[in-house]
């Protein structure tokens, strides 16, 4: 039985904080022990240059993050550590990847939208300013997983749409040329912290309220002493909901450290005696790897034998699964007859109903043909037992349900309403 995959790709756009220390490398790296689990772990450089222009900020970048993750106590002998632009198969089922994805798909992707949105907003095309990269993003994210057949992939909640992208891609193409490709899940992170900057808001790069994750000493108590308070003087009882300074403490402390800590604040702690204890538990747990960070950051080439020995191991699946992908889709020894190419034994698939939730907290459907095609799209509903009863009635009532103008069906653009009635007898006749 083939062992859980999961994998995980760092976009190499940015210094690594504590954010992301606390939200995605320490999870993972513990995560990365788990018997019985095959864990990949990549630096998304591609990614990186749909939103990056400047070169040198990209390599220092991928030399931060992979310094980090090592440091943080990410074992290469244990899992495959790559980087993406080592693993030239992945462009390549990009491309296929490309050939069998509907446009309308790509029209609904977060960051493309929210690209569209703020051009109307401000009276520019809607295309403007928006790259080829931006909005095929998902389909390289999903060759990044479909790559290595991934059965997990941990992500928040607001990434979960291009796990649900990269299923269809998948769906399409084993619909097309046989079944090739697991359906990846998403691993929803709900028990991992976000932590809040030194200005009260979720710690972001957009934001500039980061805490670099390997500052040095002094600069990390600089830093510290920055975090937003409120005008409370020492002797006054201070509210720990709410408190910047309390959850970065609560994050890395344990659960008798972050007791005394809001007793502390009932008890009327000075501020500037608080953020000493958090510089102090901060630097406990990260300056051990902070020693190991630097030493890493001072001999990049040691990096760049760990991760071109992780290409190696990730290209010993990449390279034959890019074979059979090849020898799938018709890109063949023109000395190979057809006839000794076995054909798929897949069944026939059906159009299909996908319900999913967007950022909005809305619940929506879509009906898909068999190839993966958009025909058909819904409205938001406030619950997914609406959306799931508004499926149903489609599926008893076929073309007069399409015919009610409160159900807020929409069909796909060059999608004829024959095609969509055409897929709901599909359903209708199909054994159950």
Not at 92 to 107: A, M, P, R, S, Y
Request: contains cysteine; aromatic residues 8%; hydrophobic residues 45%.
């Amino acid at each position: 039985m083939q062992p859980l995959r999961v994998l995980t790709g760092i976009t190499t756009s940015g210094t690594p904080h504590l954010g992301n220390y606390v939200g995605a490398i320490r999870p993972a790296v513990q995560a990365s022990l788990a018997a019985g689990t095959e864990s990949f772990y990549f630096l998304a450089d591609y990614h990186a240059l749909i939103k990056v222009g400047e070169p040198a900020r990209v390599q220092r970048s991928t030399l931060e993050i992979a310094a980090s993750w090592l440091a943080a106590g990410l074992d290469p002998e244990r899992v495959t550590f790559y980087r993406q632009s080592d693993i030239p198969e992945i462009p390549e089922l990009t491309w296929l990847l490309t050939c069998v994805t509907g446009k309308g798909l790509l029209n609904r992707a977060h960051a493309y939208k929210a690209a569209v949105d703020h051009n109307a907003a401000g009276g520019r095309d809607a295309d403007d300013g928006v790259t080829a990269g931006l909005f095929m993003y998902p389909v390289l994210m999903g060759a990044d997983i479909l790559m290595f057949n991934a059965h997990k992939v941990p992500v928040g909640r607001d990434q979960i749409q291009h796990i649900e992208m990269a299923r269809d891609m998948a769906a399409s193409f084993n619909h097309l040329y046989g079944e090739h490709f697991v359906l990846p899940e998403a691993a929803i992170e709900e028990s991992v912290a976000t932590l809040p900057g030194l200005d009260g808001r979720k710690m972001s790069k957009s934001y500039d309220n980061t805490i670099a994750l390997f500052a040095p000493r002094e600069q990390l108590r600089k830093l510290i002493a920055g975090v937003l308070t409120d005008s409370r003087t020492p002797g006054q009882p201070k509210d720990t909901e709410g408190s910047a300074l309390f959850q970065i403490y609560q994050a890395f402390a344990s659960p008798t450290e972050t007791a005394a800590l809001r007793q502390a604040y009932a008890d009327g702690i000075a501020w500037g005696d608080a953020k000493q204890l958090l510089f102090e538990r901060i630097d406990r747990e990260i300056a051990p790897m902070r020693e190991a960070y630097q030493s890493l950051i001072d001999h990049p080439d040691r990096i760049e034998d760990i991760l071109h020995a992780g290409a190696a191991k990730a290209r010993k699946l990449s390279g034959p699964a890019m074979a059979r992908l090849r020898e799938a889709v018709g890109l063949r020894d023109l000395r190979t007859q057809a006839g000794a190419v076995v054909a798929k034994t897949a069944k026939s698939a059906l159009p299909a109903f996908k319900q999913y939730r967007e950022r909005d907290g809305r619940f929506y459907f879509k009906l898909v043909d068999a190839r993966g095609r958009l025909l058909l799209q819904s409205a938001g509903f406030d619950s997914p037992k609406e959306a799931a009863q508004a499926i149903a009635q489609l599926r008893q009532q076929g073309s007069a349900a399409l015919a009610d103008a409160n159900a807020g069906l929409q069909a796909a653009e060059g999608v004829s309403p024959v095609d969509i009635v055409a897929a709901l007898q599909q359903l209708a006749e199909a054994p159950a």
